[in-house]
């Protein structure tokens, strides 16, 4: 990409630079200014540089791009030396962790060839410091910062974006001021308290005995104290203003820490503790590019970015055997938080399902200064703040990839106080979100959706909401859900009539809460202006997750498999009965009710499958679990065909077509329609399927290799733990030959 580039400052950063280029070959000729002639001589040895000299004039002469990676309090003065060197096409970038100064240096010393500096700051780094820790693996998979300025020359600041990409770093853009306020928070500040702690603690008349039995939080929490000390009295004296401004939000969080522990206050100390454990989580996996799932169980912070978004390759044949209890509702989780959220007084809940699109739900609610301790073990204790209790978050709430948290969560704040916007990730993003806001605009809701009707959802605040009759044009649990939870802050009744039944755990779940819903034929009621009491609930396994080991175990000669305590409830039934209508052989036993929920083992054995016309008022009782169905269809003797179910073409993705083009590289025959597909069963092969990150292609696919006569091989499988961790390692147990690889990017 570059004939000549020069380092200026070759220590870790500068030597890791050399490294990278020299591995990707980004360059042709790599030269390196230092004042040490030691140094120049170890990176020379090192292979690192072609080329050295303490001249930094000299050293930049007819480069065509320039790094600087000095400390930041000698920039400018680095700079000034070099700037008679530069010839007039020369890019010119930085390292430097502090960008607000160092732009106004760069503008002193550089004249007129500060059009061609783009000022970045490569975040990583490492215990090591000096040429010989350089490393060529530093910068990947690791964020760079460019904070260009109205002045930049664009095609400046594209060509260095590009070279940071090509040595494998994902480049952010950001506003100077910004990016020293980010740092200052997240980076300058833990660093000054490590230094504060470790010096007030050394300077104790007894600091040796403190020292001697100091635990592992200790040397944790102060292992960044023995960072270069000049270095960071650079960062600190120029980025002054920030660090304080940090340092102030800091001694705000202390004092309330000392407060709750003053006055006793157990409830505020734990919110306090379990707002910090779930933001680390936060943190741990937007840094490793990992889910959240799996941050809140891991603490090597470099290891989880090995599977950040894991390929499935399934070896074919074999066939599923044994008990397995998979993960709780996951319709249920949502509403169990939410309630819960919203009762007087404490709510023990269990089998709570620890997935991503739960645990959004529940990070919403800490959001607006609910306590919630844990999830462990699927067990959860929620301190509810009653009806109108929640308070305005600080930031919009981001729903993940979760489609029933941004849904229902946007009838239940229609009702609030305050304003609040709902986001989400790119595939949440593009999916209907007026089919929500409509009914509750005519409540009196005051709603915006983004563009084309999707997020983000704004909701403003203060509305006064009335009861209204809301007949659904097209059958959605959400939808009614939505209604409903607004209903519950409106004026007056607000009912819902559905063409035909969908879930009903939003009205089962209110009246275990103390909140009646009256139910007459298709149509729930329910009055304003109630509450809702705390408890105890159990959620049920999820009949979804446990959908894949149903057909799984139908469709693999010798498979037996019980399923113990799944939700049964008739509104999510149908795929047990479209299986059973397909010959599979699906029993239900120890039937009972749990909570106002009817749970039950289910008993499957593997059965000669038949297609079928899937009846149409079966589709929304199993709308979920149609992509585990296409499989038993395409192993299934004859045509199956499906119609009605449009729905599909909008959830995580378009499951029509993505399951038909799984098919078809399976070699499986088939004709989509608008509102479904025709499958013909018979043998299939293997192949690569793209999932497009939806869970539910991804465990259905993988269910398919029982059948396949080559292995199956799924990318893009990381939000299986959206409903179901822990999957693979559960389908194996059961005798699916499933691997779980690094992505292609990966390897």
Same mark, same amino acid.
């Given at each position: 990409?570059?004939?000549?580039?020069?380092?200026?400052?070759?220590?870790?950063?500068?030597?890791?630079?050399?490294?990278?280029?020299?591995?990707?070959?980004?360059?042709?000729?790599?030269?390196?200014?230092?004042?040490?002639?030691?140094?120049?001589?170890?990176?020379?040895?090192?292979?690192?540089?072609?080329?050295?000299?303490?001249?930094?004039?000299?050293?930049?002469?007819?480069?065509?791009?320039?790094?600087?990676?000095?400390?930041?309090?000698?920039?400018?003065?680095?700079?000034?030396?070099?700037?008679?060197?530069?010839?007039?096409?020369?890019?010119?970038?930085?390292?430097?962790?502090?960008?607000?100064?160092?732009?106004?240096?760069?503008?002193?010393?550089?004249?007129?060839?500060?059009?061609?500096?783009?000022?970045?700051?490569?975040?990583?780094?490492?215990?090591?410091?000096?040429?010989?820790?350089?490393?060529?693996?530093?910068?990947?998979?690791?964020?760079?910062?460019?904070?260009?300025?109205?002045?930049?020359?664009?095609?400046?600041?594209?060509?260095?974006?590009?070279?940071?990409?090509?040595?494998?770093?994902?480049?952010?853009?950001?506003?100077?001021?910004?990016?020293?306020?980010?740092?200052?928070?997240?980076?300058?500040?833990?660093?000054?308290?490590?230094?504060?702690?470790?010096?007030?603690?050394?300077?104790?008349?007894? *600091? &040796? %005995? !403190?020292?001697?039995?100091?635990? #592992?939080?200790?040397?944790?929490? +102060?292992?960044? =104290?023995?960072? $270069?000390?000049?270095?960071?009295?650079?960062?600190?004296?120029?980025?002054?203003?920030?660090?304080?401004?940090?340092?102030?939000?800091?001694?705000?969080?202390?004092?309330?820490?000392?407060?709750?522990?003053?006055?006793?206050?157990?409830?505020?100390?734990?919110?306090?503790?379990?707002?910090?454990?779930?933001?680390?989580?936060?943190?741990?996996?937007?840094?490793?590019?990992?889910?959240?799932?799996?941050?809140?169980?891991?603490?090597?912070?470099?290891?989880?970015?090995?599977?950040?978004?894991?390929?499935?390759?399934?070896?074919?044949?074999?066939?599923?055997?044994?008990?397995?209890?998979?993960?709780?509702?996951?319709?249920?989780?949502?509403?169990?938080?939410?309630?819960?959220?919203?009762?007087?007084? *404490? &709510? %023990? !809940?269990?089998?709570?399902?620890? #997935?991503?699109?739960?645990?959004? +739900?529940?990070? =919403?609610?800490? $959001?607006?200064?609910?306590?919630?301790?844990?999830?462990?073990?699927?067990?959860?204790?929620?301190?509810?703040?009653?009806?109108?209790?929640?308070?305005?978050?600080?930031?919009?709430?981001?729903?993940?990839?979760?489609?029933?948290?941004?849904?229902?969560?946007?009838?239940?704040?229609?009702?609030?106080?305050?304003?609040?916007?709902?986001?989400?990730?790119?595939?949440?993003?593009?999916?209907?979100?007026?089919?929500?806001?409509?009914?509750?605009?005519?409540?009196?809701?005051?709603?915006?959706?983004?563009?084309?009707?999707?997020?983000?959802?704004?909701?403003?605040?203060?509305?006064?909401?009335?009861?209204?009759?809301?007949?659904?044009?097209?059958?959605?649990?959400?939808?009614?859900?939505?209604?409903?939870?607004?209903?519950?802050?409106?004026?007056?009744?607000?009912?819902?009539?559905?063409?035909?039944?969908?879930?009903?755990?939003?009205?089962?779940?209110?009246?275990?809460?103390?909140?009646?819903?009256?139910?007459?034929?298709?149509?729930?009621?329910?009055?304003?202006?109630?509450?809702?009491?705390?408890?105890?609930?159990?959620?049920?396994?999820?009949?979804?997750?446990?959908?894949?080991?149903?057909?799984?175990?139908?469709?693999?000669?010798?498979?037996?498999?019980?399923?113990?305590?799944?939700?049964?409830?008739?509104?999510?039934?149908?795929?047990?009965?479209?299986?059973?209508?397909?010959?599979?052989?699906?029993?239900?036993?120890?039937?009972?009710?749990?909570?106002?929920?009817?749970?039950?083992?289910?008993?499957?054995?593997?059965?000669?499958?038949?297609?079928?016309?899937?009846?149409?008022?079966?589709?929304?009782?199993?709308?979920?679990?149609?992509?585990?169905?296409?499989?038993?269809?395409?192993?299934?003797?004859?045509?199956?065909?499906?119609?009605?179910?449009?729905?599909?073409?909008?959830?995580?993705?378009?499951?029509?077509?993505?399951?038909?083009?799984?098919?078809?590289?399976?070699?499986?025959?088939?004709?989509?329609?608008?509102?479904?597909?025709?499958?013909?069963?018979?043998?299939?092969?293997?192949?690569?399927?793209?999932?497009?990150?939806?869970?539910?292609?991804?465990?259905?696919?993988?269910?398919?290799?029982?059948?396949?006569?080559?292995?199956?091989?799924?990318?893009?499988?990381?939000?299986?733990?959206?409903?179901?961790?822990?999957?693979?390692?559960?389908?194996?147990?059961?005798?699916?030959?499933?691997?779980?690889?690094?992505?292609?990017?990966?390897?």
């Amino acid at each position: 990409m570059f004939r000549r580039v020069a380092i200026i400052g070759l220590g870790l950063i500068g030597g890791s630079f050399a490294a990278a280029l020299r591995r990707q070959g980004l360059a042709g000729t790599v030269v390196a200014g230092s004042r040490s002639a030691r140094t120049l001589e170890q990176g020379l040895a090192l292979g690192l540089i072609d080329e050295g000299s303490q001249d930094l004039a000299l050293a930049v002469r007819g480069a065509d791009l320039v790094f600087v990676s000095t400390p930041v309090s000698v920039m400018e003065t680095v700079l000034e030396k070099l700037a008679p060197g530069l010839s007039d096409r020369a890019l010119v970038t930085d390292g430097g962790s502090v960008k607000t100064a160092v732009i106004d240096q760069a503008r002193r010393a550089l004249g007129a060839h500060f059009a061609r500096f783009v000022p970045g700051h490569p975040i990583a780094g490492k215990e090591k410091s000096g040429v010989e820790a350089a490393d060529a693996d530093l910068y990947r998979r690791h964020r760079v910062i460019l904070t260009p300025v109205a002045d930049t020359d664009p095609d400046a600041a594209r060509r260095v974006r590009a070279l940071w990409t090509a040595i494998g770093a994902e480049v952010l853009s950001m506003a100077p001021e910004h990016h020293d306020q980010v740092l200052a928070e997240t980076s300058h500040l833990p660093h000054l308290l490590a230094f504060s702690l470790v010096d007030t603690l050394a300077r104790q008349g007894d *600091s &040796t %005995e !403190i020292f001697r039995y100091a635990a #592992g939080g200790f040397r944790d929490f +102060t292992r960044i =104290a023995g960072s $270069d000390p000049v270095m960071w009295h650079d960062i600190f004296r120029e980025n002054r203003g920030a660090v304080l401004d940090a340092l102030g939000l800091f001694r705000d969080g202390i004092d309330r820490f000392q407060r709750a522990i003053e006055d006793n206050d157990s409830e505020a100390l734990m919110g306090i503790m379990t707002r910090a454990n779930s933001a680390r989580a936060h943190f741990l996996a937007m840094n490793a590019r990992t889910s959240y799932t799996r941050a809140r169980h891991s603490d090597d912070e470099t290891g989880m970015t090995q599977h950040s978004d894991p390929t499935f390759v399934v070896a074919p044949g074999g066939r599923l055997q044994g008990r397995l209890r998979v993960p709780g509702d996951k319709s249920m989780s949502h509403r169990s938080i939410m309630l819960a959220s919203l009762a007087e007084g *404490s &709510t %023990e !809940i269990g089998g709570f399902l620890e #997935g991503e699109d739960a645990l959004a +739900t529940l990070q =919403a609610f800490r $959001d607006m200064g609910v306590v919630i301790e844990g999830p462990h073990n699927g067990r959860v204790l929620v301190h509810g703040v009653g009806l109108h209790g929640l308070k305005a978050p600080g930031k919009p709430l981001y729903m993940g990839n979760s489609g029933t948290s941004m849904r229902l969560l946007t009838g239940l704040l229609a009702g609030q106080a305050f304003d609040t916007e709902l986001t989400g990730d790119a595939s949440l993003s593009k999916r209907p979100m007026e089919r929500v806001a409509r009914p509750l605009r005519e409540m009196g809701a005051v709603i915006e959706t983004g563009e084309g009707g999707r997020p983000p959802v704004r909701i403003r605040g203060g509305a006064a909401l009335k009861g209204i009759h809301y007949d659904l044009p097209m059958a959605s649990a959400q939808v009614k859900s939505a209604v409903l939870l607004a209903g519950l802050y409106a004026e007056g009744d607000t009912s819902v009539t559905e063409p035909a039944p969908t879930r009903d755990h939003t009205e089962r779940m209110l009246n275990g809460f103390g909140y009646p819903v009256r139910r007459d034929g298709a149509t729930a009621t329910l009055s304003g202006g109630g509450a809702l009491r705390g408890g105890q609930l159990d959620v049920p396994a999820d009949i979804s997750s446990a959908a894949f080991f149903l057909v799984g175990a139908s469709i693999a000669e010798g498979g037996e498999v019980t399923l113990p305590h799944v939700g049964v409830n008739p509104t999510r039934t149908g795929v047990i009965d479209i299986l059973k209508r397909m010959g599979a052989d699906i029993r239900l036993e120890n039937q009972r009710d749990a909570g106002g929920e009817p749970v039950a083992d289910l008993v499957v054995k593997s059965a000669p499958l038949k297609g079928i016309v899937i009846p149409e008022e079966l589709v929304p009782l199993a709308i979920d679990e149609l992509p585990a169905v296409f499989i038993a269809a395409a192993c299934a003797e004859g045509e199956t065909v499906l119609r009605g179910a449009e729905e599909l073409r909008v959830k995580e993705s378009d499951r029509i077509q993505v399951m038909a083009d799984g098919l078809a590289t399976l070699g499986v025959e088939h004709e989509v329609y608008e509102d479904g597909i025709r499958i013909v069963g018979g043998p299939y092969g293997g192949g690569e399927v793209e999932s497009h990150g939806d869970h539910r292609i991804a465990m259905s696919f993988a269910m398919a290799a029982l059948r396949a006569s080559a292995p199956i091989t799924i990318h893009h499988c990381a939000n299986v733990a959206t409903s179901f961790p822990g999957f693979a390692e559960l389908a194996r147990a059961a005798g699916l030959a499933l691997e779980v690889q690094a992505p292609r990017e990966d390897r």
